[in-house]
């Protein structure tokens, strides 16, 4: 029985997020530049995105370029514009195929023009797409995002929009970049790193984490299987005991 056959279709996931790491130690490790290692993890995005797909997963959150980011070589940074542009026009294509609809969070102006014009355009034609939200972290910074709510929230207060006691967590949600998607179920990171670097820090306060030793350009459909397979060996309590999980599916 393949990887993909043990898993049980009804407890995929709802969101899941990924941190992809290891794009420069894998092109070190071949004696290439950081550069290399970026071109090939193009095909484990692809990979993942089709994976994720197949097991009817609605959400899937891709961890492309930080805030921080921004600070490593201009070289390096000026591939990954590159190849984000070439991407996207060439998976178009796939993602109107497939039913794919393309998000973005960050803040996105701080792009070059280029980048931002054929991401949005991406967007564009694929806004009716209903089969799974692919969503690109680009510019993103978790801490960014929770001062930027704040900052939307206080404003609504002062103006008499909203009253101290209505803060709960749905208000909290609505401000946030992801307003339109569930809480991330399942985190998974490669590398071997285990670091959330920033990411989605209040959308996971209850995912699974899975880290694996695998570097990006590595991560294939089997090993997003495997992943899977993992979440679903695991009991999501979320803060009760497993009893009273037990008693809930009587």
């Not at 393309?102 to 054929?118: M, Q, R, S, Y």
């Not at 991401?119 to 969503?135: A, C, S």
């Amino acid at each position: 029985m393949s990887v993909k056959d043990q898993i049980d279709n009804h407890k995929i996931p709802r969101h899941v997020a990924v941190i992809m790491d290891g794009n420069g130690r894998w092109a070190k490790k071949r004696g290439f530049s950081r550069v290399f290692g970026h071109k090939n993890g193009v095909n484990a995005v692809r990979d993942t995105v089709e994976a994720a797909a197949e097991l009817n997963i609605e959400a899937l959150t891709l961890y492309a370029f930080s805030t921080e980011n921004w600070n490593r070589p201009k070289a390096e940074v000026d591939t990954l514009m590159h190849l984000l542009v070439n991407s996207l026009k060439k998976e178009l294509p796939v993602f109107q195929k497939n039913n794919i609809k393309l998000l973005t969070i960050g803040n996105i102006d701080k792009l070059p023009k280029k980048a931002k014009n054929e991401l949005l355009d991406v967007i564009e034609k694929t806004k009716n797409n209903t089969h799974l939200n692919l969503t690109l972290a680009l510019n993103y910074g978790a801490r960014e995002e929770i001062i930027n709510a704040t900052k939307s929230i206080s404003k609504k207060i002062v103006n008499n929009e909203l009253n101290v006691e209505e803060i709960d967590e749905n208000i909290i949600n609505s401000h946030l970049y992801t307003f339109t998607l569930p809480g991330v179920d399942f985190l998974i990171r490669t590398s071997g790193e285990r670091r959330i670097s920033n990411f989605l820090l209040w959308q996971i306060a209850y995912a699974e984490l899975y880290f694996t030793e695998v570097l990006w350009p590595d991560f294939n459909k089997e090993n997003f299987y495997q992943a899977i397979l993992d979440y679903q060996s695991r009991e999501r309590r979320f803060g009760k005991t497993s009893e009273q999980i037990d008693d809930s599916k009587q």
